[in-house]
């Protein structure tokens, strides 16, 4: 059955991170389709977004133009980079806040890192050179 499975995604796109997004976005809709039985023409719009937009994301996976799908995951990078850059950060200083902390300069707010436990501190602004006292 394996062997079917590779044999059949030979040549075709596979799931990329569009691919993976449309999929997801699409069973939240159906699920927040599921909640909407009463009204049923909200309910029913919804499901039908939902049902296309998870079948788009399965077709995408299943095609054969790689050319055309690589240039709509770049450009779906290109749209996202800046909310996937943010996320990126806050993971990067909450990874860092075991072992360090993080003050921003009341002046450029520049945000600057100090190990933990160096006690009550003068830090200087690498950025602006502005000074000001902090316990670490």
Do not use: H, W
Not at 88 to 111: A, H, S, V
């Amino acid at each position: 059955m394996r062997e079917k499975l590779v044999r059949f995604m030979q040549g075709r796109y596979g799931v990329d991170q569009l691919s993976r997004f449309m999929m997801i976005f699409g069973l939240i809709v159906l699920i927040i389709a599921a909640f909407f039985r009463r009204p049923a023409i909200v309910g029913n719009i919804l499901y039908l977004i939902g049902l296309v937009i998870v079948v788009l994301g399965y077709v995408r996976a299943f095609s054969k133009n790689r050319a055309k799908r690589y240039a709509e995951n770049q450009k779906y990078y290109q749209l996202t980079a800046g909310i996937r850059r943010r996320f990126g950060k806050e993971k990067y200083i909450l990874e860092q806040r075991k072992d360090y902390r993080i003050f921003t300069c009341p002046q450029c707010k520049q945000k600057i890192r100090i190990p933990k436990g160096k006690g009550k501190i003068e830090i200087s602004c690498p950025k602006c050179q502005t000074k000001f006292v902090k316990k670490a």
